[in-house]
């Protein structure tokens, strides 16, 4: 049985988007310079509904009018994990629960965050984890097992990604073979901090941002708004690029509430990555060459909403296991290009889409 918290609770929770929702302009004329991948870990659309009907009918994700479907099943299994969700988005290949940045035949493959990088864009990523845990490693290690998080650590060496925000900092510290990380990144140019406030005067440079010695803790727990912050940090650090960049944000603690069963723990983490839905879609409209995508790697939970009351911002909802779901999940798009999101998909073609869509060469082995 689920324990719901108090109305008042929910209320003081909540987050109102700002202002009216408006209708997402037409398909723009204007190429496309950058992209923001935004993955909500496990959101599927009961996870965004309870979120919506906490915060009284109202989530800023709504301002994106092109909406789809992905299948999200991967290479070996019905049901994904996030390592190879987050690797078919990565290098647009089904590959093997558990796998990070590598196709089923565990051979290397160059991903969209890497490709981006050798081409001139600035990259950057973003998570309410740690910055080795499965989806963001996906973007830039290549590893066999999610779980070697010491390996994984160590290929964020292997190339000049310019901002990267989350956990992990035990990791890099105590790296394989007794690397220190924290040096070797130090020494690549790299200002490293242990938190967005110290990283306040960064206005330049390539930056890491380190928040916890492993996971950063739960939003309700006082996380604080690391995903906001951090999210503006990092667009203030790579707009200024010429060419463009990529830059993907997790709000990963989705997922961990529903493997908790816990909806106020999925309610408060999905109100938490809509704040920041929220900042990238402003930043995407005064822009106007700014593409963003918003989607999940799976649902977590299999939650149904059972009942609920806007008004009040009560959801009700049963979770039928504490794992993930096979579910297909929804994929939101806002800014020019957005038309190519729209339909039923695999989640490989999101790779593909985004490739097109910043013009970036295939990889010449696939």
């Known amino acids: 049985?689920?324990?719901?918290?108090?109305?008042?609770?929910?209320?003081?929770?909540?987050?109102?988007?700002?202002?009216?929702?408006?209708?997402?302009?037409?398909?723009?004329?204007?190429?496309?310079?950058?992209?923001?991948?935004?993955?909500g870990d496990g959101m599927g659309l009961p996870q965004m509904y309870a979120g919506m009907t906490a915060n009284r009918g109202k989530l800023s994700l709504e301002k994106c009018t092109v909406v789809g479907l992905h299948k999200t099943y991967s290479y070996d299994d019905y049901i994904t994990d996030s390592a190879a969700g987050a690797t078919a988005f990565s290098i647009g290949q089904k590959t093997y629960n558990g796998a990070i940045g590598v196709d089923k035949d565990t051979v290397r493959q160059e991903t969209i965050l890497e490709t981006a990088d050798r081409s001139g864009l600035a990259t950057g990523m973003v998570a309410t984890s740690s910055i080795t845990h499965a989806t963001p490693a996906s973007f830039i290690a290549h590893q066999r097992s999610r779980t070697m998080d010491r390996q994984i650590a160590a290929d964020f060496l292997s190339t000049d990604i310019e901002v990267f925000v989350g956990g992990?900092?035990?990791?890099?510290?105590?790296?394989p073979n007794g690397r220190n990380l924290i040096q070797e990144l130090e020494q690549k140019g790299y200002q490293v901090r242990y938190n967005l406030a110290d990283a306040a005067s960064v206005t330049s440079g390539k930056l890491a941002v380190l928040t916890a010695p492993e996971q950063n803790g739960k939003f309700s727990a006082g996380r604080g708004d690391l995903l906001r912050q951090g999210t503006l940090k990092s667009l203030e650090l790579l707009k200024s690029n010429k060419k463009g960049f990529f830059l993907m944000i997790e709000g990963s603690q989705i997922d961990w509430g529903g493997h908790d069963n816990d909806l106020q723990y999925v309610i408060d983490e999905m109100l938490d990555f809509d704040r920041t839905i929220a900042e990238v879609l402003r930043f995407a409209e005064q822009d106007g060459e700014t593409l963003v995508v918003i989607t999940a790697d799976h649902e977590c939970g299999g939650l149904t909403l059972t009942g609920g009351n806007l008004a009040a911002g009560k959801p009700e909802g049963h979770f039928s296991t504490t794992h993930h779901t096979a579910v297909p999940v929804p994929v939101y798009a806002y800014g020019p290009?957005?038309?190519?999101?729209?339909?039923?998909?695999?989640?490989?073609?999101?790779?593909?889409?985004?490739?097109k869509l910043l013009r970036l060469p295939l990889p010449a082995k696939r």
């Open 168 to 175: 992990g900092a035990k990791f890099f510290r105590e790296g």
């Open 337 to 355: 290009g957005a038309e190519l999101f729209g339909g039923i998909y695999e989640n490989t073609d999101i790779y593909f889409k985004m490739m």
């Open 1 to 39: 049985m689920i324990k719901y918290a108090p109305i008042l609770l929910l209320a003081s929770l909540c987050w109102i988007s700002p202002g009216p929702v408006t209708a997402q302009p037409k398909p723009s004329k204007k190429k496309v310079k950058n992209i923001i991948l935004m993955i």
